[in-house]
Nanobody, 127 residues
Framework: QVQLVESGGGLVQTGGSLKLSCAAS????????MGWFRQAPGKEREFVAA????????YYADSVKGRFAISGDNAKNTMTLQMNSLKPEDTAVYYC????????????????????WGKGTLVTVSS
């Protein structure tokens, strides 16, 4: 059974940092693009970042570009999201996704067709 488990969420003040991790089990994702999404209260889930399976390319939503950094470790079957300079509007449940495809469409990054999702980890940024 394939599982994605996020960790690292919590409460942080504006300007602080958090590092989220996503651990995959049940299969390897060394040939899979992986991504992070988030869903704030009362809002739809939105794309945050994605990494191409070989780590050569990364994509970010404009709202997090320059503040967040995504990386993947194929050997450990894990993915991380380093979040710096956090803002209250970053408050959300963060989900990792795998089995989909990342790229650029219409000038904007995307991650589509995820086969697997984690249950999420809550990030709260206080003002």
């Amino acid at each position: 059974q394939v599982q994605l488990v996020e960790s690292g969420g919590g409460l942080v003040q504006t300007g602080g940092s958090l590092k989220l991790s996503c651990a995959a089990s049940g299969r390897t994702f060394s040939s899979s693009d992986m991504g992070w999404f988030r869903q704030a209260p009362g809002k739809e889930r939105e794309f945050v970042a994605a990494v191409i399976w070989n780590g050569a390319l990364t994509y970010y939503a404009d709202s997090v570009k320059g503040r967040f950094a995504i990386s993947g470790d194929n050997a450990k079957n894990t993915m991380t999201l380093q979040m710096n300079s956090l803002k209250p509007e970053d408050t959300a449940v963060y989900y990792c996704a795998a089995g989909g495809r990342a790229g650029i469409r219409g000038g904007a990054p995307f991650y589509d067709g995820a086969d697997y999702w984690g249950k999420g980890t809550l990030v709260t940024v206080s003002s």
